[in-house]
């Protein structure tokens, strides 16, 4: 893929200064060229090209040092590399300028958060202390079967004893706690015995909160979140007339617009019995397909499916990344979760959203 040319920041303004346009005309120039760079920048970063992406921005930035969308995305090559003090940094400075982007302060926050979970695993480390568990319940759990076998041992000896209690069992949810064909959610029933699980409860939780973005006629048949990068797996059963890419692409879409810490979301299709269809969408393609023109230069409901889709299988040849639209904007990298996917302007860092950084 060849790479846009441009010339530099120096030569355009000169070029500017001479040309005798006026200032909304020099004006409209230097947005367009903002844009090119831009597009030029993500393209280096997709080909995990960092330091000359920066480079990049940064000299977008002499020619125009309030630009919001250069802050952004060198924050986002910063948290792809694992940067996240740089990372924050420049999300704030893109804050400054631009105070109402939601994306920004989403990023922030998310960038603002591993690092405290850094410290953290940091602190612990030093003081010889293990991280705190993500299941707090599993001492239980341990101390239920040293009862269990004390009592075993007990019982083989020839002791009375009462029998043990019963260990509790969390429950795989199934397709019926989760929702029917043109039903919402509502409330989910416990989907334990013997006690609840924490693991199952989050899960419930999750398919409650976005049961409202599953279309009438597809059904929810699993949802969980990864609690290490917060990345979102789903199943779902579609009918035998549904688009299955169509279909995933955009309950995937749907679920990264509500779910704010999310980066990717990995949805698994089910048809007629068989799983015909797994693919995943990340923050970086939602960003691209909602920059503005997209929509108007990528018509139809199957051109938003080949912009998201990425890591499709049965492999296709649709799953090309989106482009930001015009002649003079380079198409996007493929992108895998988890790896060091492509980010638009907008899009969630990696590490995620995804990942996640």
């Not at 302060?105 to 480390?125: C, D, F, G, P, S």
């Not at 009375?160 to 260990?167: D, G, I, N, T, Y």
């Not at 939780?205 to 917060?230: F, M």
Request: glycine share 8%.
């Amino acid at each position: 893929m060849a790479e846009p040319k441009g010339g530099s920041s120096e030569n355009f303004m000169s070029d500017m200064n001479e040309s005798g346009l006026s200032e909304e005309n020099r004006i409209a120039q230097i947005a367009e060229q903002n844009g090119a760079d831009l597009a030029r920048a993500n393209l280096l970063r997709m080909r995990s090209d960092y330091r000359a992406a920066i480079d990049q921005c940064l000299s977008l930035l002499k020619r125009s040092p309030d630009d919001p969308d250069a802050h952004t995305l060198i924050g986002d090559i910063y948290a792809e590399q694992g940067d996240l003090g740089q990372a924050a940094q420049w999300y704030e400075l893109a804050l400054d300028l631009n105070p109402g982007s939601t994306q920004d302060q989403q990023k922030l926050t998310y960038v603002q958060q591993r690092i405290k979970e850094r410290e953290a695993a940091t602190a612990a480390q030093q003081i010889a202390l293990p991280p705190a568990s993500p299941y707090p319940w599993m001492p239980w759990v341990v101390m239920a079967v040293i009862a269990l076998l004390i009592g075993a041992g007990a019982y083989m000896a020839g002791q009375r004893q009462e029998p043990p209690a019963k260990l509790a069992r969390a429950s795989v949810p199934v397709s019926a706690a989760i929702t029917e064909p043109g039903l919402k959610v509502t409330e989910l029933p416990n989907v334990t015995e013997g006690g609840s699980s924490p693991v199952a409860e989050e899960d419930r939780k999750l398919a409650a909160s976005i049961a409202g973005e599953i279309p009438t006629g597809i059904v929810l048949l699993h949802a969980w979140q990864d609690p290490r990068n917060r990345d979102i797996s789903l199943t779902i059963r579609v009918r035998p007339e549904d688009a299955q890419r169509v279909v995933a692409a955009e309950i995937a879409r749907a679920v990264l617009r509500r779910v704010a810490g999310a980066n990717a979301v990995s949805v698994r299709t089910e048809k007629g019995g068989q799983i015909v269809h797994l693919g995943t969408v990340d923050r970086a393609r939602l960003s691209v397909t909602e920059t503005p023109g997209w929509s108007e230069a990528h018509p139809g409901a199957e051109a938003l499916a080949d912009a998201l889709l990425a890591q499709e299988w049965p492999e296709t040849s649709a799953g090309t990344p989106p482009s930001t639209g015009g002649d003079d904007t380079p198409p996007v990298a493929t992108t895998t979760t988890g790896q060091n996917s492509g980010s638009a302007t907008n899009g969630t860092p990696s590490g995620d959203t995804a990942g996640n950084p």
